[in-house]
Structure formats: C-alpha cells, structure tokens
Nanobody, 119 residues
C-alpha cells in the first residue's frame, strides 16, 4: 500500500522558517522523482520544488527560489522542504508528490499539511 505522509506544517510569523517532511512507503522510493506542490484558497495547485530520484537534480518555482530547499534521504524514504524567509503569500496546503515513468507512469499524492504565515 502506497503512503505519502506529510508533517511539519503549522503557524509561523513572516520571516520565520519551517521544515516539512514527507515519509514514503509502499514503493521503491529512489525510482521516483519527488515534488512539493502547494495550493492556496481559491488558487490552482502550483509546483514548489522537485528533486530527482537520487537527488542530483532540483528545480524550484520562481516564487520560492533562494528561500526554499528541497532534499531527500533515500535511506529513510523521506523527502524534506526547508522553508526560510517565509511570507504571508506562502500560506497554503503543501502536498507531497511522487512520480515515475520507470515501468510505466505512476503518480501518488499525500494528504497535505497546512502552512500558515501570519503575524
């Protein structure tokens, strides 16, 4: 059974930091590119960051470049998102995503974790 479980969300003041985690199980973690998406109320879901299977390649959405860092630990089947210099516009539900084309295209989503940036 595939599971993606996000944690680490919460309420933080502008300028603060949070670290999100995504614990994966039920599939070969290193065969999947992992991503963070977010969705704010009334807006479409947007890509925040993506990391390749062994972590050699990363990409970020323009709005988070220089502030967020995506990483993964394949020994722990876990992905992370370090978020610094948080802004109110970063407020959203953050979702973990796993995607592969190895042996066919498959994609999985987590349930999401709320991040609220407010004073």
């Amino acid at each position: 059974q595939v599971q993606l479980v996000e944690s680490g969300g919460g309420l933080v003041q502008p300028g603060g930091s949070l670290r999100l985690s995504c614990a994966a199980s039920g599939f070969t973690f290193s065969s999947y590119a992992m991503s963070w998406y977010r969705q704010a109320p009334g807006k479409e879901r947007e890509l925040v960051a993506v990391i390749s299977g062994f972590g050699a390649s990363t990409n970020y959405g323009d709005s988070v470049k220089g502030r967020f860092t995506i990483s993964r630990d394949n020994r722990k089947n876990t992905m992370y998102l370090q978020m610094n210099s948080l802004k109110p516009e970063d407020t959203a539900v953050y979702y973990c995503n796993a995607h592969t084309v190895v042996g066919g295209t498959r994609m999985y989503w987590g349930q999401g974790t709320q991040v609220t940036v407010s004073s």
